[in-house]
């Protein structure tokens, strides 16, 4: 082996070493910040799968009260100038005072929120993960309704799955799980190439996990 030869292998040798080095160090900080995400939508993802199989026994909470004249004539008020905004399509959100009035009644937090405006009521939509909820505020009798169903933390955990009515915070947690994973499969799947020649059975391995989920989706999905 000559000079040159020499040199340019252990060139290439400590180029190798390098890149298989970085690799190493962003597959093990990903997988650090995917690791608890992974469990949680592996878990989730078989519990969604046998949702028919798994029972859940919804429990649903009501409360009644009724408003004060004055305030109900402010929301009478309210609901006019609402109607006769055309651009508002029958929807704005709850005036504070009423807000303050819901949290002290049934300790349910509605700011940000829009209702929907009609000629006799309020509607408010409170959609949450695990559970659905929804307030109702009569403007001609005053009857404030509330109920609340919560399915148990099973259902909680698969709407996390889903980020079904899970809010802006974790939305932005799926998308940083998502880009973490994708960081942990792409440089997983260099460090394969790079061991690839001492260990035969890799592309037939990694082949296998394509093939097998493109035949089942071309035979038995319908």
Same mark, same amino acid.
């Given at each position: ?5 020499? +040199?340019?292998?252990?060139?290439t040798?400590r ?14 900080v990903s ?20 949702? =028919? ?17 004055a305030l ?6 309210r609901?006019?100038a ?6 508002s ?33 309020? +509607?408010?939509? @409170?959609?949450r ?11 001609? =009798?005053?009857?404030?309704? +509330? ?8 259902? +909680? @955990?698969?709407?996390l ?26 440089t ?8 690839a020649?001492?260990?035969p059975f890799?592309?037939?391995?990694v =082949?296998? =996990?394509?093939a ?11």
């Amino acid at each position: 082996m000559t000079a040159t030869t020499a +040199y340019s292998s252990a060139t290439t040798d400590r180029r190798r070493a390098y890149w298989l080095k970085t690799l190493h160090e962003w597959h093990w900080v990903s997988s650090a910040v995917c690791l608890i995400g992974l469990i949680l939508f592996s878990v989730t993802g078989f519990t969604l799968n046998h949702a =028919g199989q798994i029972e859940a026994k919804p429990s649903v909470l009501s409360q009644h009260a009724k408003i004060e004249e004055a305030l109900q004539a402010t929301l009478a008020s309210r609901s006019a100038a609402v109607k006769a905004d055309s651009t508002s399509r029958g929807k704005a959100p709850i005036p504070a005072v009423l807000q303050a009035w819901i949290q002290k009644q049934f300790e349910v937090d509605t700011s940000g929120r829009e209702a929907e405006w009609s000629d006799n009521e309020i +509607y408010l939509s @409170l959609p949450r993960p695990g559970g659905d909820a929804w307030l109702r505020v009569s403007l001609t =009798g005053g009857e404030a309704e +509330y109920e609340r169903t919560d399915r148990g933390w099973l259902a +909680y @955990l698969n709407d996390l799955h889903k980020g079904r009515n899970t809010g802006a915070a974790w939305s932005w947690f799926i998308d940083i799980f998502a880009g973490a994973t994708l960081v942990f499969s792409i440089t997983g799947f260099f460090i394969l190439k790079m061991h690839a020649g001492n260990r035969p059975f890799t592309w037939p391995m990694v =082949g296998m =996990g394509l093939a097998i989920p493109v035949l089942l989706a071309l035979l038995f999905i319908h």
